[in-house]
C-alpha cells in the first residue's frame, strides 16, 4: 500500500495582508519537499473559499496538485492562480478538495 503525501501548511503573513503568504511542507516515502505560496483574496473568492480558513485552501490545492504529479514536480514558490495556467480545470473542481 503506498503511503499517502502527508500537506502541512502555514500562514506566514498577516491575515489581513494582501497576498496572504504560506509555507507549506510535503511528507512521503521519507523524502519532504518545501513551498512557499501566495493567494490574494480576488482567488480565495474564485476558488469559493472565502470566509474560510485559508490555510485550508492552500492544503485543498495541494492534494489537487498531488492527484496530477508528484511532490518534487510542484514549483518551490509560486502564486495559487499558476496552477489554473498548468490545470485549467483547477479552479472548476477545486471545490472537491476542501
Known amino acids: 500500500?503506498?503511503?499517502k503525501p502527508r500537506v502541512t501548511v502555514r500562514?506566514?503573513?498577516g491575515l489581513t495582508e494582501?497576498?496572504?503568504a504560506f509555507e507549506a511542507e510535503i511528507v512521503e516515502?521519507?523524502?519532504r519537499t518545501s513551498h512557499r505560496v501566495t493567494m490574494d483574496s480576488a482567488t480565495r473568492e474564485h476558488m469559493g473559499c472565502t470566509g474560510m480558513d485559508p490555510v485550508r485552501c492552500v492544503e485543498a490545492a495541494f492534494r489537487f496538485l498531488l492527484e496530477r504529479e508528484p511532490k518534487e514536480a510542484i514549483m518551490v514558490q509560486f502564486d495559487i492562480t499558476v496552477i489554473g495556467r498548468y490545470f485549467p480545470q483547477f479552479f472548476r473542481?477545486?471545490?472537491?478538495y476542501y
Open 18 to 20: 494582501e497576498p496572504l
Open 93 to 96: 473542481e477545486i471545490g472537491r
Open 29 to 31: 516515502g521519507g523524502s
Open 11 to 13: 500562514l506566514t503573513s
Open 1 to 3: 500500500m503506498t503511503e
